[in-house]
């Protein structure tokens, strides 16, 4: 095979960040949506899937190892196919008995492949493009990355549904049309039929729904949803998930708590303003039967979700229903709601699918083993050849473990390396505690400062919009800081990413009911941040430059994950005491400081600029 130092990062850019997203989101997302359909308690999953984030916390400690051994491109190619073995694994080990525990290893395998795969692509990122474009190219990195969470969340969870819709019962089908000219009422229904000859079905209580959204009162809500969720469990449909006692630690005694008195006597809500009415979203409960009676120690399980339609309709017990041989003739109930502050018609079809669960998602997680040895395969002969990917160790005649504390060292004692941290970790700031709360906010009722919109407009705006505004403000700005440079354009970049959180000020202080207004607000918002974000991105890179620079840059995403990680933990708190305008304008300045440390720091006046004998990006 010819060595091409260099190749259109066209052919190779987009299917490399794609290929960097696909395992994150199948290890974050997808694994979670899997085991609850197949019946892994709500405790277990969040408990074991959480430690699965670990690798990439920790992804700086062995960085140096990606640096010191063997090349990126070696890496990359590797990873993929130990991330392509790991899917393969999940895929044969969910029929087995004990498929958790063997899963899960096979998850541990796939996120310690994913987070060195993504140490190696970010370093040949590097290696592998001129500084301008690596500028230009930053925005298209981070679409495509963003195309394979999409396509994690969605398409593959579409596959898996496809599947087990044709390999079960016929499905059961439930259209809820909702609307303020509806009459109120209790909706109740009990599965009626008769024991069928031949092909068990689903028995419903009904398929068509129509309920008010004028509301019902809090006590009749509780009363409906308890009636639902006892008759499961007592009836065997469900299990009941574990109960756990609260604990107060010491930090809440000792230091949240008084903290949060003295910031609650001098900059807290009323407690008038936070009085909310004791209204609840409507609800129907619907019967589910069988026909006739599963075989001895035979499941069938019954999976209810939204299939289409708008998400402020949503179901809220007796998602997951197991029918057997024992209660196959008592009836389930499945508990749909209305989202409180859905004020207008509305529709969504529920559909219940009960078809070999294991084997859909066995198909699934095998399609996507095929796929990454397709991007192994490609990126084994599209990847360029960059002069400078080598091993460090061979290049220096050094131990691996001196490497190993070499590289450290050389971190911290980079120049300006004081500056340099304090914007990593302060750039974002505001953005950091905006970004826990920005849905709450447009969730919340107007009584307690929210916006009081359904779950389906909030849907909409930040999952459709408020994606297109992103993606453009990336993209954007990769172009323009390949056309001047990061130095020329880091100031600029920094008003953009924090100048408009005074949005959420503005959406506090007057509340718009007007949903062009919320969703013109948030668009100005993310596209900002997708702009702004640039600039962090190149001055991670460009810290990154020298010696180690793979390591070095994953050195920077650990401070970036930190810098986001901690001013999330308290945002919640903060704003629980003294109200969303409190909050909002607290967060405005905490952009202060991130504005300050540009100042401070040192950056080439050439990097990412595109000198005029060279070509174009990609060519």
Known sequence: ???????????????????????????????????????????????????????????????????????????????????????????????????????????????????????????????????????????????????????????????????????????VSITVTAGPDVPAGVHKYPATGEQLEGRRSFIAGTEEIELSTAGIDRETAREMLAFAEEQNILNGFVEPEPEFEPSVSWFARSVSGPLGVWLRERFGVADDILSVEA???????????????????????????????????????????????????????????????????????????????PFAWTVTFFFLAVLFVVFMVYHRFFLPFPAADKPAVNERGTSVLAGFIKTFSAFFRKANIVPALAF???????????????????????????LGLSTGDVGLIYGTIGIVALTLGGILGGIVASRKGLKFWVFPMAIAMNVPNIVYVLLSVYTPQNMWVISGGVAFEQFGYGFGFTAYMLFMIHFSEGSHKTAHYAFCTGFMALGMMLPGMISGWIQEIVGYINFFIWVVICTIPGFIMIFYLKIDPKFGVKKKEEERPGD
């Open 424 to 450: 990593m970790l302060l750039y974002r700031l505001g953005e950091a505690q905006i970004v826990k709360l920005a849905s709450p906010f447009m969730l919340d009722p107007r009584e307690v400062g929210g």
């Open 1 to 171: 095979m010819e060595k091409t130092s260099h190749r259109s990062a066209w052919a190779w850019v987009p299917s490399l960040y794609f290929a960097q997203g696909i395992p994150y989101v199948v290890v974050m997302t997808v694994s979670v949506i899997m085991y609850k359909r197949l019946g892994i308690s709500n405790a277990d999953i969040a408990l074991y899937t959480s430690w699965l984030y670990l690798p990439w916390v920790i992804k700086p400690f062995w960085s140096p190892v990606v640096d010191l051994l063997k090349t990126k491109r070696w890496w990359i190619v590797v990873m993929q196919l130990l991330v392509g073995a790991g899917l393969a694994g999940v895929a044969f080990t969910i029929p087995v008995p004990g498929f958790f525990q063997a899963t899960l290893a096979f998850f541990w395998l796939l996120a310690f492949s994913s987070a060195t795969h993504d140490i190696a692509a970010d370093g040949f990122y590097m290696l592998g493009l001129k500084e301008h474009e690596q500028a230009y190219f930053v925005g298209i990195r981070s679409t495509f990355y963003r195309f394979a969470m999409i396509t994690g969340q969605g398409l593959l969870i579409i596959l898996a549904g496809f599947i087990e819709t044709r390999t079960g019962l016929e499905p």
């Open 279 to 357: 209204m609840q979203g409507n609800i129907a409960l619907v019967g589910v039967s069988l026909s006739s009676p599963p075989g001895p120690g035979e499941e069938v399980v019954l999976n209810t979700g939204l299939q289409r339609g708008d998400g402020s309709i949503g179901i809220v017990s007796g998602e997951r229903l197991v029918f057997t041989s024992a209660n196959w003739d008592h009836t389930a109930w499945v508990a749909i709601q209305l989202d409180p502050a859905l004020d207008r018609t509305a529709e969504a079809h529920f559909e219940g699918l009960s078809g070999n669960i």
